[in-house]
T-cell receptor, first 115, second 117 residues
Framework: DAGVTQSPTHLIKTRGQHVTLRCSPI?????VSWYQQVLGQGPQFIFQ???????GRGNFPDRFSARQFPNYSSELNVNALLLGDSALYLC??????????????FGNGTRLTVT | AQSVAQPEDQVNVAEGNPLTVKCTYS??????LFWYVQYPNRGLQFLLK??????LVKGSYGFEAEFNKSQTSFHLKKPSALVSDSALYFC???????????????FGQGTTLQVKP
């Protein structure tokens, strides 16, 4: 079975631009989460979607937004990019939203560089 | 607030020796704890979790973790390290119970494990 797939794998943008990152969950998984991993740090939670509704939101500015589609794939959008947005963006899927019986399965991430 | 701490930036061990990667936690309510591993330029892979029950949890690739409530620790262990175990290891705790963020994981800073031949 295919794992979590993310596209693109790498991206270079300039300050002030907008970016859209895409994620396809494992088949049958209804929950998608997004994490930001800055070099040398642990992943930081951005959003979780379950059954196409926002389930949770981390401490990120309104420049960050996301949505989940009827096929459970997801997009993460970041507006007005800043240098500090440079990071590895990880998407993770799970069967349910609560982590108890269904751990997260991560994609390989999108490496975003803002210049 | 939920948090985890990994006190060691790096752990070095010789191949064949036992390894321990340390993690302590702070939670409100019952802790749901996880270990993930990350290889270079890759996403995170789930190793094991503690929800309830036995304090010794067995996971993937021969790893296990010991939950200690009195010491608020959840250390990752393996009896005999392999060179291929060299990677970045993250401890994590689930978001607060009864909040809108029960589905999120709060990660530690990570510990680099270096296993030398």
């Amino acid at each position: 079975d295919a794992g979590v797939t993310q596209s693109p794998t790498h991206l270079i943008k300039t300050r002030g631009q907008h970016v859209t990152l895409r994620c396809s969950p494992i088949s049958g998984h209804k929950s998608v989460s997004w994490y930001q991993q800055v070099l040398g740090q642990g992943p930081q939670f951005i959003f979780q979607y379950y059954e196409k509704e926002e389930r949770g939101r981390g401490n990120f500015p309104d420049r960050f937004s996301a949505r989940q589609f009827p096929n459970y794939s997801s997009e993460l959008n970041v507006n007005a990019l800043l240098l500090g947005d440079s990071a590895l963006y990880l998407c993770a899927s799970s069967q349910e939203g609560g982590q108890v019986n269904s751990p997260l399965h991560f994609g390989n991430g999108t490496r975003l560089t803002v210049t | 607030a939920q948090s985890v701490a990994q006190p060691e930036d790096q752990v070095n061990v010789a191949e064949g020796n036992p390894l321990t990667v340390k993690c302590t936690y702070s939670v409100s309510g019952n802790p749901y704890l996880f270990w993930y591993v990350q290889y270079p330029n890759r996403g995170l892979q789930f190793l094991l979790k503690y929800i309830t029950g036995d304090n010794l949890v067995k996971g993937s690739y021969g790893f296990e973790a010991e939950f200690n409530k009195s010491q608020t620790s959840f250390h990752l262990k393996k009896p005999s390290a392999l060179v291929s175990d060299s990677a970045l290891y993250f401890c994590a705790v689930r978001g607060p119970h009864g909040s809108s963020n029960t589905g999120k994981l709060i990660f530690g800073q990570g510990t680099t494990l270096q296993v030398k031949p």
